[in-house]
């Protein structure tokens, strides 16, 4: 899943990034209010993690423009503004949950887990098709009586797969939910990874559809 992540903070954009990355999720950085705005205008994401105190225009007011266009992207503060009054008006203007400065990255990342999950009306923790069933937070996936446990990259293309089963994703669109900015993609790497977990799952787990691209059954 790609994230992107709006911190001005250079020791703390990277250590946040740096986690992420190491978590399986692609990640974007910006440090300034108008960048986020303009990268969120051509790209789409799966969470924003945005900072309050920022350059040009502050987060609060990033949160508020994104609202304001009907853009549903979930949408945590990570802030230092501790107060209640911030805490409501964030929320009010539309931020999905907070996280308060200084966190452990094991908070961020199941708050993260977890404004994902209710974005997809998913209620439990797991993603399911009804044959596969994926644990965001352990990376297992199990089916039939079998478990086994992804690696990163794997799990994030299984991951956007089992978000919308019965949708046809193409290279690009799982490429995309897969890999920020700065990462060098090759050519096949989609198809390598498809191979993988065909591997893993049994080639039934997902379906190739000719020159559309892959899928997952919906749940019948
Ligand atoms: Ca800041």
Redesign the pocket.
């Known amino acids: 899943m790609r994230v992107l992540l709006v911190?001005?903070?250079p020791m703390v954009g990277a250590a946040v990034a740096q986690a992420l990355r190491d978590a399986a999720y692609a990640v974007d950085w910006v440090q300034a209010g108008q960048r986020a705005l303009q990268t969120l205008a051509i790209q789409a994401y799966g969470v924003v993690l945005l900072?309050l105190?920022?350059p040009e225009r502050d987060g609060m007011e990033v949160l508020r423009h994104v609202r304001a266009q009907g853009q549903a992207v979930p949408v945590l503060v990570i802030t230092a503004r501790d107060t209640l009054d911030d805490r409501i008006r964030g929320l009010d203007a539309g931020a999905d949950d907070y996280v308060l400065k200084p966190f452990a990255m094991g908070e961020l990342l199941a708050r993260m887990r977890a404004v994902i999950r209710r974005q997809g009306g998913v209620a439990g923790p797991v993603l399911s098709n009804g044959v596969l069933t994926l644990d965001p937070a352990t990376k297992e996936v199990c089916w039939a009586d079998q478990c086994c446990r992804l690696t990163g990259r794997e799990f994030a293309l299984l991951q956007a797969l089992l978000l919308r089963p019965g949708a046809i994703l193409s290279r690009s669109e799982l490429e995309d939910r897969i890999y920020g900015w700065n990462e060098e993609v090759e050519s096949n790497a989609v198809e390598f990874l498809i191979h993988a977990l065909r591997k893993k799952l049994g080639s039934g787990a997902i379906q190739n559809i000719r020159g559309m691209g892959w899928m997952v059954e919906k749940d019948q």
């Open positions: 911190e001005d903070d900072d105190g920022l």
